[in-house]
């Protein structure tokens, strides 16, 4: 029996997260492992609760620090009530984002103090970090071109400029070149069939899994 592991997935919008989620759960339970599939700000109740709080803009000003205080409150709910528990119980943890992209959106985005997030980071979640974590780049550009032919109701983050993406953009490399035993950085421009096999490649090397069957 594979021992429990907790994946994440980052990147800005229209990167394909949810997409290649969806794909490497399914690489991942063709094994025979028990994946849980969840994502960030949410992934429970409650904290989907604080997810429509955050995202959904209303009148009242939200500072960045208190979005930040809002995602890290999510974060510990999720963490207690379904990642913890599943880890625990041996299974497998794919999280469509994480403390990364607190880095990235309310740190590099909103110029949030590092030091704080890092902090709080430790305060909710000191003993558990991502086993891996993929960082699907793709260029701003791209990314907001492929989120605007998704949908039309926009939310807090994507209303914002492409500045701002390229801010949050540059503080995922930034980590990704920090931490390269952790991060694989995966070019997320090209057909979204290489993306996926590229996601679930790194995957496989960085957790030593024998190569899947086809
Ligand atoms: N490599 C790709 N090539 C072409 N289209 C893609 C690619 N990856 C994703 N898409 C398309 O772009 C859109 C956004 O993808 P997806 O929802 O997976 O991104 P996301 O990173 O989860 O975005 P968000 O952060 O907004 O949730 C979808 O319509 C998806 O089909
Ligand atoms: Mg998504």
Known sequence: MTEARFITLEGIEGAGKTTVADRLTQALRARGLTVHATREPGGTKVAEGIRSLVLNRGEEHISATAETLLMFGARQIHIDNLIRPSLTRGEW???????????AYQGG??????SLIER???AVHGDLQPDVTLLLDVPVRVGLERMQARRGAVDRFEIESSQFFERVRNRYLELAQ?????????DASVRLDEVCSAAIAAVE???QLPPGRA
Request: hydrophobic fraction near 40%; proline fraction near 3%; aromatic fraction near 6%.
């Open 205 to 207: 090397e960085a957790l």
């Open 120 to 122: 709080l980071a430790n």
């Open 109 to 114: 985005g909103r110029g949030v103090d590092r």
């Open 93 to 103: 943890v794919l999280c469509d984002r994480f403390t990364d992209a607190t880095h």
């Open 178 to 186: 920090a931490q390269p035993q952790r991060f694989r950085v995966i």
